[in-house]
């Protein structure tokens, strides 16, 4: 079965320090990998994702990932933290093949970033 | 522009009360989705459709009905509410991905409806 974890409830982290979001995954096949991101009372809006090719992928507002098979990790990073990029985190899952593009969520993390 | 619409944004139901969520989107997407988020459970999903007069079940799919009549709206209802099912909604789509580039977005997703049953 498919599943994606994310073991840090919340992150916390000071204003120009580096941050990093943990993420897992267990999936039959290769995977789609995707980072979204929600700001209080909005949707979640797409950061960046890994389908095939380099494992460092660069996404939207300065944020990257990298993705390491052995680990089966995606985690979410960014060089120097800003207050505005507090919100919460989810990194989500599609296992390559299927007719329905189903992605399955992580629980989510929390990101404080202190000034 | 509108992307993915979502009406109502909050709305608050007495227990067995019925309601219809509705979905709308703008983007000739072939599949849509019903999500709620809970604290600590992320987003798990209700039912989803992968084209018009299609539906399917998710992972939590018990106490909810949905219908995708025209391809752009995706209804979600719920004919008995209950305490449980307060929670936040989110709508999104997707395209019928048959390469990377195509798909690589994933999903777009509506802001939400806030729904508080009592």
């Known amino acids: 079965a498919q599943s994606v974890a994310q073991p840090e409830d919340q992150v916390n982290v000071a204003e120009g320090n580096p941050l990093t979001v943990k993420c897992t995954y267990s999936?039959?096949?290769?995977?789609?990998l995707f980072w979204y991101v929600q700001y209080p009372n909005r949707g979640l809006q797409f950061l960046l994702k890994?389908?095939?090719?380099?494992?460092l992928v660069k996404g939207s507002y300065g944020f990257e990932a990298e993705f390491n098979k052995s680990q089966t990790s995606f985690h979410l990073k960014k060089p120097s933290a800003l207050v505005s990029d507090s919100a919460l985190y989810f990194c989500a899952v599609r296992a390559y093949g299927g007719a329905t593009n189903k992605l399955i969520f992580g629980t989510g993390t929390l990101l404080a970033v202190q000034p | 522009n509108a992307g993915v619409t979502q009406t109502p944004k909050f709305r608050v139901l007495k227990t067995g009360q019925s309601m219809t969520l509705l979905c709308a989107q703008d983007m000739n997407h072939e599949y849509m989705y019903w999500y709620r988020q809970d604290p600590g459970m992320g987003l798990r999903l209700i039912h989803y459709s992968v084209g018009e007069g299609t539906t399917a079940k998710g992972e939590v799919p018990d106490g909810y009905n949905v219908s995708r009549l025209k391809k752009q709206n995706f209804l979600l209802g719920l004919e008995s509410a209950a305490p449980s099912q307060t929670s936040v909604y989110f709508c999104a789509s997707s395209y019928l991905g048959r390469t990377e580039t195509k798909w690589g977005y994933g999903y777009t997703f509506g802001s939400g409806t806030r729904l508080t049953v009592v």
């Open positions: 999936v039959s096949g290769n995977p789609y």
């Open positions: 890994y389908i095939t090719g380099d494992n």
